[in-house]
């Protein structure tokens, strides 16, 4: 009897509280703008790469957590979805129709390149903005945001001019530097990453010449047929685009196979990376690479030196127990850029919150953040470094001898010609 | 190319093709004996390689127990696989296998996860092999001899036992006529068992000697099980000495690929399989 009495009172409550908001609806405007504003995230959470889709996870759910306790967006809380892409572009796509189900109203994340070439063009179908947050290739925003014209498409992280241009300044005046090859991940990112950077370095340096190139794809296990093929050619630079776990293995048994001897540096694109420092510390603190690995990320929690970074550092490390991943910090900056946005435009409409993201300028823990109107690429510097170990600065291997170069300085511009 | 820069480069094939060797050796001996497409197997190689990682660096051991454990643990995971699951679905039809064995896959992966976390896992090379010996005038990592001699070792080794014990001669009758050596008195659920745990722990022992130069992580057992596929196709399934000439002809094409064509190494191993398939379809050794 007690569970029917119970039953009963509910029903009456709910059926008042339902009445008084029938007749209070005219004067709560409007009434759903409690509903939390929903955010998809996607990223990998498979394989080698899992990493990369927790950080993508950390730096979202962080970002919202702040947000929320400081009241929402316009008074909304952000509810953020996460799913694993498994690096598959058809796993990507089924995500982002899920999503839409949901009824998110924004996007954010994605690590591979070949899987955000696949996701762009759907973006105007879904009507859904989406801040990628990893994806490098400049296809991305060079040919689908400027060329094809997909506005939904915006870039929070770096495009490959910072893995594949940048090394090319930081190497360019070293005349030691003769002989370059290359040890590439096989797919989008890879190609266009080497294709970039020795085509910028040899505009500076007609002397230097390509001895050796070998691909390699996802989840490959073992990489010293490539370094020692590559080795017989004796180069005096490898470039390298492996990422992830893959970067810390191949860095080991490059290490075994004596590469490190004979070379003069070792670019590591996304070396700087808080899961591939973790894998490589032992090694780096024992001298193994003889200082001689170079590396960059699309953000690093040791630069900049401001109040902004080193609170957001703090607090992400003690909210999750790990150094801010660059992936971290990209989707965290990117759902504060679509705070911004929506809070600007005074809507979460997919056309406001366009026209409210270009030319956004704003302050994240990686510096000051401008969303160029013309390709919807965020621009921000980020610094190259050499790979190395101090444990009074951290507990895992960071990166010194910082070079800053300005990113609106040597960006690729429009009109991409 | 110089013959240096191809004996070297021969010689880190035959590294490779050993890992391939161990693993190749276990898949195809389930076969012959139980009859089993185990698709699991690249996760025992998973595990042993785990296993290897939590005795050597977490529990700090000696390097040679830590790899002997690792193998057991794959036995012991390989007995449970068989003793309680596999054994009830020998009568059914072999898509059940592959949907069990995959599912195991999956499990093993998620539970590598939740146990070691998605990062990659290496541990420090032991000092015993932490140098090179010049060979051909380059250095070469002590630890891909060891690797080489270490596979060549087990080849030895697995053929006396197969092919010089009573044990083996048990085995290799019941992978003959299953029936026959059932009415003769062998104890077939209890071979079965037996020969499957033995399978595992040459997939284990595999990842365990690749721990020091191949860091572990959850998906590593889906990236080595296709190679390992193509070399059984190649050799024929569930021949011995097939597994081995096909491991070495992969391991070293790979390592002449990536050297000699760099841009049609991947095809090259498809490729092989395809012509094996085409004019051999039993296998290199396999007879017609």
Not at chain 2, 15 to 39: D, R
Not at chain 2, 110 to 139: K, N, Q
Not at chain 2, 195 to 215: D, K
Not at chain 2, 265 to 286: C, N, T
Request: charged share 15%; with cysteine; aromatic share 12%.
């Amino acid at each position: 009897m007690a569970g029917k009495y119970e039953l009963n009172r509910r029903r009456l409550l709910q059926a008042t509280a339902a009445g008084g908001a029938v007749l209070a609806a005219p004067f709560i405007r409007p009434a759903q703008a409690q509903d939390p504003i929903k955010i998809g995230a996607q990223g990998v959470s498979s394989g080698s790469h899992a990493d990369y889709g927790r950080q993508i996870q950390m730096g979202a759910r962080f970002a919202a957590e702040e947000i929320n306790t400081k009241g929402g967006i316009m008074g909304r809380k952000i509810e953020i979805l996460y799913r694993d892409d498994e690096l598959n572009n058809e796993v990507a796509l089924k995500n982002a129709r899920y999503f839409k189900a949901q009824g998110v109203n924004f996007m954010v994340g994605t690590d591979s390149s070949g899987i955000c070439l696949a996701l762009g063009p759907v973006l105007p179908e879904l009507d859904l903005i989406q801040v990628f947050t990893h994806a490098a290739t400049e296809k991305l925003t060079e040919d689908l945001v400027f060329k094809k014209g997909i506005k939904h498409i915006f870039r929070g992280s770096v495009p490959v001019y910072q893995d594949a241009i940048l090394p090319a300044l930081v190497f360019k005046d070293n005349k030691d530097i003769k002989r370059i090859a290359n040890l590439g991940a096989d797919y989008e990112y890879g190609r266009t990453s080497w294709a970039m950077f020795h085509t910028t370095l040899k505009e500076y340096r007609p002397d230097v010449e390509i001895v050796g190139e070998t691909w390699a794809p996802f989840f490959t296990a073992d990489f010293t047929p490539h370094l020692s093929a590559l080795a017989a050619r004796k180069p005096d630079l490898i470039f390298a685009t492996p990422w992830a776990g893959e970067a810390v293995l191949m860095l080991r048994q490059a290490t075994t196979l004596g590469v490190f001897n004979d070379i003069k540096a070792w670019w590591q694109c996304m070396g700087g990376s808080v899961d591939v420092m973790e894998g490589i510390s032992r090694d780096v603190a024992t001298g193994k690479f003889k200082d001689k690995l170079w590396a960059t990320a699309r953000y690093i929690w040791n630069w900049p030196d401001t109040a902004e970074n080193k609170a957001f550092v703090g607090a992400f490390s003690e909210r999750w127990g790990r150094l801010p991943n660059y992936s971290a910090e990209c989707t965290y900056s990117a759902i504060f850029a679509l705070k911004a946005a929506v809070e600007k435009a005074g809507s979460v409409r997919t056309a406001d919150v366009i026209k409210a993201l270009e030319g956004l300028e704003l302050s994240t823990p990686a510096g000051k953040r401008v969303y160029r109107p013309e390709d919807h690429q965020a621009i921000y510097n980020v610094p190259a470094g050499r790979v190395t170990y101090n444990k009074e600065v951290a507990p895992i291997a960071h990166l010194t001898d910082l070079k800053v170069f300005p990113a609106a300085d040597y960006y690729r511009k429009p009109p991409f010609a | 190319m110089s013959f240096d820069a191809l004996v070297y480069q021969g010689l880190i094939g035959v590294s490779l093709a050993m890992y391939l060797w161990l693993l190749a050796a276990g898949l195809t001996i389930a076969f012959g004996v139980l009859g089993v497409v185990n698709f699991a197997h690249g996760s025992l190689y998973m595990l042993g390689g785990y296993f290897a990682f939590t005795f050597y660096l977490t529990l700090q051991m000696n390097f040679w127990l830590s790899l002997v454990f690792a193998a057991l643990g794959g036995a012991a995971i390989g007995s449970i696989m068989e003793r309680f699951f596999l054994r009830y679905i020998y009568h059914l039809d072999l898509a059940y296998q592959i949907l069990l064995t995959f599912g195991f896959v999956l499990v093993f992966a998620d539970a590598a996860r939740i146990f070691w976390g998605g990062i990659p896992l290496i541990p420090p090379m032991p000092e015993i092999f932490d140098s090179t010996v010049p060979i051909v005038g380059r250095p070469f990592p002590v630890y891909n001899l060891f690797v080489i001699f270490f596979g060549i070792a087990a080849s030895v080794l697995l053929w006396l036992l197969l092919d010089k014990t009573s044990w083996g001669e048990t085995v290799r009758a019941s992978a003959s006529d299953r029936e026959m050596a059932g009415a003769l008195g062998v104890n077939i659920p209890r071979l079965f068992t037996v020969v499957f745990s033995f399978a595992a722990m040459l997939a284990a022992l595999s990842g365990a000697l690749g721990t020091p130069v191949r860091a572990m992580t959850p998906g590593i057992g889906t990236s080595v099980i296709i190679d390992v596929f193509i070399v059984t196709v190649i050799g024929g399934l569930g021949n011995l000495p097939g597994a081995f000439v096909a491991a070495l002809i992969i391991g070293l094409m790979k390592a002449y690929g990536v050297l000699l064509f760099p841009d049609a190494d991947l095809f090259m191993s498809y490729l092989i399989m395809a012509l094996v398939l085409l004019f051999r379809p039993k296998g290199l050794l396999g007879g017609r």
